[in-house]
T-cell receptor
């Protein structure tokens, strides 16, 4: 069985500062890894995903995440955050052989302060 | 393409009643997954339907059921509602030709059980 741990429930940060949201997973098989973002009163939107190949994946809005197999981690980073990045971020895994099922972490609320 | 739509957006029910939620996937998507989101338990997978067949099921009691129609629209039903069923119910659609496919989420139905 897979599980996901997001180590921080809340991360406060000032605007234009860098941020890292941490995610560790546990699985006995290879997995696909995802980061989703949820703005208030909305559904989840995909930020980025790791399937295979290059361990560094990037999103169009400046976020990046690095897959580290030895540490079973998939931390999300952004070098300079904006007020508009304030949201809840979810790390998720899926088993390639068990389609349609995402296992989510508990979420991290990113609070960007002016 | 239009996104995933869920109806209704808000529902208030009383204990013991039953409820049906609806999800219309993105055109061409054959997979629909359902998730329950609560402050205490986070995001939990309920079930997934693909081509009118339940392909995956999470750890929820039999009071939670679903179905998918030939046009890929899906409904989930909760019978004998309990206070703990109050949650945001999210559906997600995907082509799901493989586990690498992105799941696209709807805005959710917020169910309140009194």
């Amino acid at each position: 069985a897979q599980s996901v741990t997001q180590l921080d429930s809340q991360v406060p940060v000032f605007e234009e500062a860098p941020v890292e949201l941490r995610c560790n997973y546990s699985s006995s098989v290879s997995v696909y890894l995802f980061w989703y973002v949820q703005y208030p009163n909305q559904g989840l939107q995909l930020l980025l995903k790791y399937l295979s190949g290059s361990t560094l994946v990037e999103s169009i809005n400046g976020f990046e995440a690095e897959f580290n197999k030895s540490q079973t981690s998939f931390h999300l980073r952004k070098p300079s955050v904006h007020i508009s990045d304030t949201a809840e971020y979810f790390c998720a895994v899926s088993d390639p052989s068990n389609t349609g099922k995402l296992i989510f972490g508990q979420g991290t609320t990113l609070q960007v302060k002016p | 393409k239009a996104g995933v739509t869920q109806t209704p957006r808000y529902l208030i029910k009383t204990r013991g009643q039953q409820v049906t939620l609806s999800c219309s996937p993105i055109s061409g998507h054959r997979s629909v997954s359902w998730y329950q989101q609560t402050p205490g338990q986070g995001l939990q997978f309920l079930f997934e339907y693909f081509s009118e067949t339940q392909r995956n099921k999470g750890n929820f009691p039999g009071r939670f059921s679903g179905r998918q129609f030939s046009n890929s629209r899906s409904e989930m039903n909760v019978s004998t509602l309990e206070l703990g069923d109050s949650a945001l119910y999210l559906c997600a659609s995907s082509p799901m030709t493989s586990g690498a496919d992105t799941q696209y989420f709807g805005p959710g139905t917020r169910l309140t059980v009194l």
